[in-house]
């Protein structure tokens, strides 16, 4: 989690103190990706095709 904190606040320029990084458990669907809910697991290849 620190790694991530600091690669993110070198890409940002954002002290890593004021970064917040939180991993989680949740459905593909509830997560954005270009303007569009992730694929649920097994629709991968018709998500992307839509693309």
């Known amino acids: 989690m620190l790694r991530i904190a600091a690669a993110a606040g070198r890409v940002t320029d954002i002290e890593p ?25 097994g629709e991968e290849k018709a998500w992307l095709a839509e693309s």
């Open 17 to 41: 103190d004021r970064v917040l990084v939180v991993i989680q458990d949740s459905p593909a669907q509830f997560a954005v990706e270009g303007g569009r809910p992730l694929p649920k697991p």
